[in-house]
């Protein structure tokens, strides 16, 4: 089907609630999509941080093919053995003592995380603990709990009323400011994916998670995007040298498959019946994620990882440096990346010839443009990708 009669269908019979980008993409590979007429593209965003093993890769398919071949999905509640192996491997590799809930998404993730927060508050202490303290340019999710929990005014619009007991820090040194004496919890993203790419000061967090566990309030780490090795870890909050009580993670767990997961130290804050998920850690879902895992760590501990993540900012850095008149600032962490772009205006212009020039490039915030390439790519992708935002400079100065 060709994309004029594909993209008329989709204005026709579903809801419009992306501002898409109308290319047809037929194939991937690596870092590289193609389109219906062949051209291909370097993918500097990998669906959103999903595509955390590239397009196309052969041992993801296989891993999947293999599964479908026997089970798709039973339920939770008959034992499934890949999402107990992913469960004990996520634990593994973390090196935080926690057990995991398995969902379908980072929004459901944060569900989760909202409602162990909400539980502990309940049963810890004579006084019943609600509020939850989340961060200003925050993004945790599009429920409606979600929602409320993301410290954006614009997201609030239309969807209310919301769920009470959300509070709105402007910075990591203001939390102390907002915290009473029915704060149950503080969710915050350690690099704020939708806010601009720029990691937080690592002793401020750490002498945030030091005052929260000495009041006793629940540090709940957003790793929906910065997670499964995105920040050069498996997670960033071992970058900061933290232990959170409760961890969310998303995108990139099975390169593409729907999934999510909460890890949390509080291994027996639910009972059954207090939460659940039809589809959440199904064969299909759990053994994707697992080859995931297998081929990142091996990455990681290869040192392949590092390099590519080195590679990857220092040619950020000189893109920067040689354009400063358009980029402010390199920002960011792991393969995690951001650059600051002069105005909105030209942050647009950029985005387009970058895709006009067969590269993709996101955006965060109002004048970020976001970089977040799979984790296996190459320094050959990289070095095309690179090649052609130079032309790309070219069109828009």
Same mark, same amino acid.
């Given at each position: 089907?060709?994309?004029?009669?594909?993209?008329? *269908?989709?204005?026709?019979? !579903?809801?419009?609630?992306?501002?898409?980008?109308?290319?047809?993409?037929?194939?991937?590979?690596?870092?590289?999509?193609?389109?219906? *007429?062949?051209?291909?593209?370097?993918?500097?965003?990998?669906?959103?941080?999903?595509c955390s093993v590239g397009h196309g890769n052969k041992r993801l398919a296989?891993?999947?093919?293999?599964? +479908?071949?026997?089970?798709?999905?039973?339920?939770? #509640?008959?034992?499934?053995?890949?999402? +107990?192996?992913?469960?004990?491997?996520?634990?593994?590799?973390?090196?935080?003592?926690?057990?995991?809930?398995?969902?379908?998404?980072?929004?459901?993730?944060? &569900?989760?995380?909202?409602?162990?927060?909400?539980?502990?508050? %309940?049963?810890?202490?004579?006084?019943?603990?609600?509020?939850?303290?989340?961060?200003?340019?925050?993004?945790?999710?599009?429920?409606?709990?979600? =929602?409320? @929990?993301?410290?954006?005014?614009?997201?609030?619009?239309?969807?209310?009323?919301?769920?009470?007991?959300?509070?709105?820090?402007?910075?990591?040194?203001?939390?102390? $400011?907002?915290?009473? $004496? !029915?704060?149950?919890?503080?969710?915050?993203? =350690?690099?704020?994916?939708?806010?601009?790419?720029?990691?937080?000061?690592?002793?401020?967090?750490?002498?945030?998670?030091?005052? #929260?566990?000495?009041?006793?309030?629940?540090?709940?780490?957003?790793?929906?995007?910065?997670?499964?090795?995105?920040?050069? %870890?498996?997670?960033?909050?071992? @970058?900061?040298?933290?232990?959170?009580?409760?961890?969310?993670t998303a995108k990139g767990l099975a390169g593409g498959v729907p999934i999510?997961?909460?890890?949390?130290? #509080?291994?027996?804050?639910?009972?059954?019946?207090?939460?659940?998920?039809?589809?959440?850690? $199904? /064969?299909?879902?759990? @053994?994707?994620?697992? &080859?995931?895992?297998?081929?990142?760590?091996?990455?990681?501990?290869?040192?392949? #990882?590092?390099?590519?993540?080195?590679? /990857?900012?220092?040619?950020?850095?000189?893109?920067?440096?040689n354009h400063s008149a358009i980029f402010t600032q390199e920002v960011g962490?792991?393969?995690?990346?951001?650059?600051?772009?002069?105005?909105?205006?030209?942050?647009?212009?950029?985005?387009?010839?970058?895709? $006009?020039?067969?590269?993709?490039?996101?955006?965060?915030?109002?004048?970020?443009?976001?970089?977040?390439?799979? =984790?296996?790519?190459?320094?050959?992708?990289?070095?095309?990708? /690179?090649?052609?935002?130079? /032309?790309?400079?070219?069109?828009?100065?």
């Amino acid at each position: 089907m060709n994309a004029q009669t594909l993209k008329q *269908m989709d204005l026709d019979y !579903v809801l419009h609630t992306y501002a898409r980008n109308y290319v047809h993409f037929v194939r991937g590979s690596g870092a590289r999509l193609f389109d219906e *007429m062949g051209k291909d593209y370097i993918d500097f965003g990998s669906g959103i941080a999903v595509c955390s093993v590239g397009h196309g890769n052969k041992r993801l398919a296989d891993a999947l093919y293999k599964q +479908a071949q026997n089970l798709i999905h039973t339920s939770n #509640l008959y034992l499934i053995e890949p999402q +107990a192996k992913l469960a004990k491997k996520l634990v593994e590799l973390s090196g935080y003592d926690m057990r995991v809930f398995f969902a379908n998404s980072g929004a459901e993730a944060n &569900e989760g995380a909202l409602k162990i927060a909400r539980k502990f508050g %309940e049963v810890n202490g004579e006084l019943k603990r609600y509020q939850i303290i989340t961060l200003d340019s925050s993004f945790h999710g599009r429920t409606i709990s979600t =929602l409320k @929990a993301t410290g954006q005014d614009k997201m609030h619009n239309y969807f209310g009323p919301f769920p009470d007991g959300f509070v709105y820090a402007k910075d990591l040194n203001d939390i102390p $400011n907002k915290i009473s $004496n !029915v704060t149950c919890a503080v969710l915050l993203e =350690l690099v704020q994916g939708e806010g601009g790419i720029t990691p937080f000061n690592k002793q401020e967090v750490q002498d945030l998670a030091k005052l #929260l566990k000495e009041k006793n309030i629940l540090l709940m780490v957003d790793e929906v995007q910065t997670g499964i090795y995105r920040s050069g %870890e498996l997670f960033a909050s071992q @970058a900061y040298g933290i232990t959170p009580d409760v961890i969310t993670t998303a995108k990139g767990l099975a390169g593409g498959v729907p999934i999510g997961a909460v890890l949390t130290s #509080l291994k027996d804050i639910f009972s059954p019946s207090d939460h659940g998920s039809t589809f959440g850690g $199904n /064969f299909l879902s759990t @053994a994707a994620a697992l &080859e995931v895992l297998e081929i990142l760590s091996a990455l990681k501990a290869s040192g392949e #990882l590092d390099k590519t993540i080195a590679y /990857f900012s220092k040619k950020l850095q000189d893109l920067q440096k040689n354009h400063s008149a358009i980029f402010t600032q390199e920002v960011g962490l792991g393969l995690m990346r951001g650059l600051r772009v002069r105005d909105a205006e030209t942050l647009s212009a950029f985005l387009e010839s970058s895709f $006009n020039n067969g590269v993709l490039v996101l955006k965060s915030g109002k004048n970020t443009a976001r970089f977040l390439p799979s =984790l296996t790519i190459t320094k050959e992708e990289i070095d095309l990708g /690179f090649e052609r935002l130079e /032309f790309t400079l070219k069109d828009i100065y």
